[in-house]
């Protein structure tokens, strides 16, 4: 059974950093995509970012230019660095993990709450 492991959540300040972390419990590139969705309050969950097997990143518009999607294949790992962050940025940030096989299977982390307030 796939675990992930969403941490690194915190308070911060707008304009401030945070870095996300997703442990897999084994290597990320069983996976097709990696994804970080959020879900704020009241809302309906959104993807955030993605990166392929292949490496390829894509970000959603609220995202872009802001954070980075990137992996560790060492540590079965992959990152969120969120950056300029914003009160709208303020959510709970799952990792999902996609496989495609003879049917689509995906995991989900537990999720880490971001805040962004002064």
């Known amino acids: 059974q796939v675990q992930l492991v969403d941490s690194g959540g915190g308070l911060v300040q707008p304009g401030g950093s945070l870095r996300l972390s997703c442990a897999a419990s084994?290597?990320?590139?069983?996976?097709?995509?990696v994804n970080w969705y959020r879900q704020a309050p009241g809302k309906e969950r959104e993807l955030v970012a993605r990166?392929?097997?292949?490496?390829?990143?894509t970000y959603a518009p609220s995202a872009k230019g802001r954070f980075t999607i990137s992996r560790d294949s060492a540590k079965n790992t992959v990152y969120l660095q969120m950056n300029s962050l914003k009160p709208e940025d303020t959510a709970v940030y799952y990792c999902?993990?996609?496989?495609?096989?003879?049917?689509?299977?995906?995991?989900w982390g537990q999720g880490t709450q971001v805040t962004v307030s002064s």
């Open positions: 990166i392929t097997s292949d490496g390829s990143t």
């Open positions: 999902n993990a996609v496989k495609i096989g003879p049917a689509l299977v995906d995991y």
């Open positions: 084994g290597s990320i590139f069983n996976f097709n995509a």
